[in-house]
Every structure is written in structure tokens, then in C-alpha cells.
């Protein structure tokens, strides 16, 4: 059974930073593209990074390029999202997927396995 648990959410204020963490069981990681979305009440969910299985490849939405950085370690399963100068538009739930797909795309119907979501509130 695939799991994808996320961890690292919370409460900060507008400047401040965060490293959101995603750990996977169940398949084998190095194998499949990962990446990060985020999601607000009445939203569609929105692409905010994916890096590819060997870390090669590495994708960005405009909203938090230079802000944001994704990293992976295949050795521990688990791949992060170091959220840095953060927003309070950067409020949302964010999720971990997982993805067969050899680049590393934005589209969510690419991803075939998702973790159930961790909580970010930046307040003003």
C-alpha cells in the first residue's frame, strides 16, 4: 500500500520560513517524480514544484520561484519543499504526489499518488 505522509506545516508569520517534508512507503521511490501542490477552500488545486527521480529536473509555479526549493533524498524516501519569505497568499493546505511521469510535470491528473495534506497558515 502507498503512503505519502507529509510533515512540517504550521502556523508562521509573513517573512518567515518553513521545510515541509513528504516521506513514501510503498513504492519505490527513486522511480517516480515528486512534487508539491497547494490547495485554498474553492480552488483548484495549484502546482508549486516537482523535481524529476534522479533530481535533475527541477519545476517552479512563477508564484514562488526564488522563494521556494525543492530537494530530494532517495536514500530516505522522502522529498522536501523549503519555503522561504513566505506570503500570507502562500496560505494552504500542500500536498505531496507522486508521479510515473519521466518530467516533471504541473498538470495534477499526472500524478498517481497523493498524501493527505499538511496545513500552512502564514499570517500578516
Known amino acids: 500500500q502507498v503512503q505519502l505522509v507529509e510533515s512540517g506545516g504550521g502556523l508562521v508569520q509573513a517573512g518567515g520560513s518553513l521545510r515541509l517534508s513528504c516521506t513514501a512507503s510503498?513504492?519505490?521511490?527513486?522511480?517516480?517524480?515528486m512534487g508539491w501542490f497547494r490547495q485554498t477552500p474553492g480552488k483548484e488545486r495549484e502546482f508549486v514544484a516537482a523535481?524529476?527521480?534522479?533530481?535533475?529536473?527541477?519545476a517552479y509555479a512563477d508564484s514562488v520561484k526564488g522563494r521556494f526549493t525543492i530537494s530530494r533524498d532517495n536514500a530516505k524516501n522522502t522529498v522536501y519543499l523549503q519555503k522561504n519569505s513566505l506570503k500570507p497568499e502562500d496560505t494552504a493546505v500542500y500536498y505531496c504526489?507522486?508521479?510515473?511521469?519521466?518530467?516533471?510535470?504541473?498538470?495534477?491528473?499526472?500524478?498517481?499518488?497523493w498524501g493527505q495534506g499538511t496545513q500552512v497558515t502564514v499570517s500578516s
Open positions: 504526489a507522486a508521479s510515473t511521469d519521466y518530467g516533471v510535470p504541473p498538470l495534477p491528473q499526472k500524478y498517481d499518488y
Open positions: 510503498g513504492l519505490t521511490f527513486s522511480w517516480y517524480t
Open positions: 523535481i524529476s527521480r534522479g533530481g535533475g529536473s527541477i
